[in-house]
């Protein structure tokens, strides 16, 4: 059979860096690594390869690869931030200071509960979280493991997106009282002391009334 006959075998599709920039750009919505695999055909350890490429990639070029957890999405940069919110027309954040600062303490204490949040500022919280909730920029993560197992709250892939951050690696540090305060112990997120102490006394209780004599032993098997 001569060459012109033969059929040549296509060669495997190689996704690249810039097929996933390009997969991330027309996606409108936050996309898992796992769907982002299935799409360019890809192992989970060529992704991770691919993500980490992209990434360093778009360090220069006003644009970043937000991660948030499995989540993957692109966004404006944080230095490009004046520059969009003139097309915007915002002029800024249209968060008041109580939703701000209720963002800043889920930010870098996270995941931290209602009470532990209004511990740290000394004012109630519901109306800041309310609002939070509402834009999409926290989330309840779970429950702590104490009486009433209260919610705890955490941030968003959408306020990584918002605040233009790549990832919460990217939050500002923080210096003097205020990194005092992210290191703090909640005294509302301590396991309940009054309940271990009610457990206690259980416990002594039980171990004082068991029998320690044979005839004891015989007593309470009647």
């Known amino acids: 059979m001569s060459d012109e006959g033969q059929s040549v075998a296509a060669a495997p599709w190689v996704a690249t860096v810039e097929d ?4 991330l750009f ?5 996309i898992t690594r796992r769907e982002a695999a ?13 993500v980490t490429a992209l990434t360093a990639n778009l360090a220069q070029r006003g644009i ?13 940069g944080a230095e490009q931030a004046r520059a969009v919110l003139a097309w915007v027309g915002t002029g800024g954040s249209d ?4 939703p701000l600062e209720t963002l800043a303490v889920i930010a870098y204490r996270q995941p ?15 109306y800041a979280l309310r609002v939070l909730l ?31 951050l790549g990832s919460l690696a990217d939050l ?5 009282d205020a990194e005092a305060l992210r290191h703090l112990e909640l005294r509302s997120e301590a396991p309940d002391s009054s309940a271990a102490r009610s457990d206690e006394a259980l416990a002594e209780s039980e171990e004082s009334n068991a029998p320690t004599t044979p005839a004891q032993e015989d007593a309470a098997t009647d």
Do not use: M, N, W
């Open 134 to 164: 509402e834009r999409g920029l926290i989330e309840e993560a779970g429950r702590l493991e104490t009486a009433g197992r209260p919610i705890r709250y955490a941030t968003t892939l959408e306020f990584l997106r918002r605040f233009g």
């Open 20 to 23: 996933l920039e390009a997969l």
């Open 38 to 50: 299935k799409l360019l055909e890809a192992s989970k350890s060529d992704l991770d390869r691919l």
């Open 95 to 98: 968060l008041t200071a109580a």
């Open 112 to 126: 931290v509960t209602k009470g532990g949040i209004e511990e740290i500022r000394g004012v109630d919280a519901d």
């Open 26 to 30: 027309v996606v409108d919505r936050p």
């Open 64 to 76: 970043t690869l937000i991660t948030h957890g499995d989540e993957l999405q692109l966004a404006s």
């Open 172 to 176: 500002p540090a923080l210096e003097g």
